[in-house]
């Protein structure tokens, strides 16, 4: 656990977990039908909320700047539709607006999530820091 204070509290720690937040959603948005595996219990409509709640909240919570949520959260529903459109190419995989929905109501709810949780501790993380962790640093 202590290792994973110290690598959150760098900068490249943050990047890198961002960074393969963004390559698992693109793997699994993209791969074709059949190969992508289901959550028991949840919808396909549920999966995409949850998938894009998370890449909401950790590309806000890389930003430094104070309006940083809103640039993510129109950022990453021009993402989610570029990825819907892009499935049209995946062999199995069709475009559905629905999908699309779900996936920005995940981006709307995890951006604004880290935006208030950041502004309700007080401070906006500085770069090179994930902010407090307990007196960890870096």
Known sequence: MIFLRKFLSHE????TIT??????????A?????TVPDLPGFSDKAQHVMAFFCLGAVTVFGTTEPTGFRRACFSLILFAAALEL???FSPGRSVSFADFVASSIGVAL???????AQRFR???PTPG??????GCDA
Do not use: K
Not at 110 to 116: C, I, M
């Open 12 to 15: 490249l720690g943050l990047i």
């Open 19 to 28: 960074v393969s937040f963004y390559v698992a959603v693109v793997g699994l």
């Open 30 to 34: 993209l791969a074709p039908s059949g």
């Open 86 to 88: 892009c499935q049209h």
């Open 110 to 116: 995890g951006t604004t999530l880290a935006g208030l």
């Open 122 to 124: 007080g401070r906006r």
């Open 129 to 134: 820091r994930f902010g407090s962790l307990d």
